[in-house]
């Protein structure tokens, strides 16, 4: 099996994998909802300061030539927004006053 | 634009283009308390469903959800206890067809769950119950147990067809008893039929389609996004705005056609308040991406009053769909479908040009997420509005100068239900 997850100068996010680059914005939000605040804060600690080094790397690239490490590296990325936002934002993992989120039918698949 | 940003809370205050006179004057609309019986009232929503839901127009897609022939989606109108099939035909024409099988009268189309929408590609559509099989044009494909068919009762079957028209690749279907009593035009008026021709909407390829139901009426959620008044409360957070004595967020344009209600207000996509945003350019109002120019040059009839710093305007298109554009040019459509007098299901698609790099998709699902999540203020608060309605501890309510569209739009409930009424009672019934 192949061990090269991302690509190797963002090998550092590695252990991020596994819970958070998550296929589809549901499963993305999903979750942001069922981590603590603690949870989303280290995460979206960690990709940060990588993120505009994401976009440089992967804009060289059209999406049909992503390797399978390209596409973990921009659903990383792409599911940091909803973590960023918890923190940034609402300073907690769900909208206030909110009790459910919306069923997601269809999204387009890039990569 | 710069990437660098950080303005205060202050600055976003949008010029509001009341007129001196008012809004609510000037449209000469009154200035009575309103009462929101017609959203409590078991009694009222089945009046509305005659009166306005079945004589109306439906807009029930995109044609490019159907772009090739044996595309098709079902789309479930519970309002009219209707199921639809739309699909394309293998001479490319758009079909669409009640969603039943002309043997037995069952559901034709549907998926572990008889109430869930579907789509996909086929060649044929297939009924569970008998295996008859029918094409895209509605004909017997293929019969089962041939013998038995007492005459050409079998070989005659046929889908039932469905009152339709595409106006600007959005698909409208109506579900009269008889057949439509308007042409989609005269529904929707001419400003508005036409007003759009020539806008690129098929440029936006890329559809998200997310949705919800909720306690409540149908008409709180098109009152909740009549106003932006609301906005420096509701969204205090991801605007980075608060309560205040003075009106932050203001309309530059509320405007009236017949039914039809649109609202305009300037861009305030600038103004960088979090770094999430500076890291994606992606907002709570969207994407900030270079997108096609023909989609951020707005037809007259979506900027009415030629504001050059358009940041949205939204279309309530009578009854129950919003078509709302937001600069650069991407589009959002709404639609609110009454369940129960008590229960809605609210539907969203956002509509894109495709990303052209990790960049671009980054900012618009930035901006989507941030946009649901906005959304998601909106329609939590439905549910307290219906609640509170129901307590009736009031049985009149007060709209201000900024909520004109709100007061017209109860007007025109009122307005279509009483015509229906009276009609009734010249026939007897």
């Known amino acids: 099996m192949d061990t090269i997850k991302l690509p190797e100068q963002f090998s550092e996010l590695e252990p991020f994998i596994a819970d958070w680059a998550n296929h589809g914005m549901q499963a993305q939000y999903d979750k942001r909802l069922s981590s603590t605040i603690e949870q989303l804060q280290e995460f979206y600690d960690a990709v940060k300061p990588r993120i505009l080094e ?31 936002e918890a923190v940034e934002v609402f300073k907690q993992p ?3 006053d909110s009790k459910m989120y919306w069923e997601v039918v269809d999204e387009p698949h890039l990569f | 634009m710069g990437i660098e940003g950080g303005a205060m809370s202050q600055e976003l205050i949008f010029k509001s283009g009341r007129p001196d006179e008012g809004w609510t004057k000037k449209y000469e609309l ?27 127009w439906h807009y029930v897609g995109r044609a490019e959800r159907v772009s090739k022939p044996g595309m098709y989606f079902t789309k479930e109108i519970e309002v009219l206890k209707s199921s639809i099939i739309v699909t394309r035909d293998d001479n490319k024409n758009v079909r669409v067809y009640y969603n039943v099988c002309p043997h037995r009268g069952n559901k034709l189309m549907w998926e572990t769950d008889a109430s869930k929408e579907v789509s996909g590609r086929c060649k044929t559509f297939f009924c569970k119950f008998h295996g008859i099989q029918f094409n895209t044009d509605g004909k017997v494909a293929m019969l089962t147990d041939t013998e038995a068919w007492l005459g ?15 106006w600007n690749g959005f698909i409208f279907v109506n579900l009269d008893r008889g057949g439509p009593k308007e042409t989609l035009q005269e529904f929707m008026g001419d400003k508005y039929y036409q007003g759009f021709s020539d806008y690129p909407f098929e440029k936006c390829t890329q559809r998200y389609f997310v949705r919800a139901n909720a306690k409540a009426n149908w008409k709180t959620m098109i009152d909740g996004f009549s106003e932006t008044y609301h906005a420096s409360t509701t969204h205090a957070k991801p605007f980075n705005s608060a309560p205040s004595e003075h009106l932050l967020l203001g309309a530059e344009h509320y405007g009236m056609d017949g039914r039809q209600r649109v609202m305009v207000y300037q861009d305030w996509g600038e103004i960088i308040n979090f770094e999430y945003e500076r890291l994606t350019q992606g907002f709570g109002t969207g994407p900030r991406i270079k997108f096609p120019d023909e989609l951020h040059d707005l037809p007259k009839i979506s900027n009415p009053t030629g504001l050059e710093n358009w940041g949205s305007v939204s279309h309530k298109i009578w009854p129950q769909m919003f078509i709302q554009h937001y600069n650069p040019g991407w ?22 040009p495709p990303a052209q790099n990790f960049s671009d998709e980054l900012a618009q699902k930035a901006g989507i997420f941030m946009f649901l999540d906005a959304a998601l203020q909106d329609f939590s608060l439905l549910e307290a509005t219906q609640q509170g309605l129901e307590v009736q501890a009031f049985d009149k309510y007060p709209l201000t100068d900024e909520e004109v569209l709100v007061r017209h ?21």
Do not use: C
């Open chain 1, 54 to 84: 994401v976009r440089a790397y992967l804009d060289d690239k059209d999406f049909d030539d992503y390797t399978e490490a390209d596409s973990t590296l921009g659903r990383l990325v792409i599911a940091w927004v909803p973590v960023a």
């Open chain 2, 331 to 352: 589009y959002v459509t709404y639609m609110m479908w009454p369940l129960a007098y008590n229960e809605m299901r609210f539907e969203v698609e956002l509509f894109m």
């Open chain 2, 152 to 166: 050409s009762q079998g070989q005659d079957l046929q889908l039932a067809e469905v009152p339709f028209e595409v």
């Open chain 1, 94 to 96: 769900r909208v206030p």
């Open chain 2, 30 to 56: 009154g200035d009575d308390l309103v009462s929101y019986e017609d959203m409590i009232s078991p009694e009222f929503f089945e009046l509305e469903r005659e009166a306005i839901f079945r004589p109306a």
């Open chain 2, 409 to 429: 739009f109860h007007q025109s409930v009122q307005a279509v239900v009483s015509e229906y009424q009276q009609k009734q009672k010249a026939n007897g019934s």
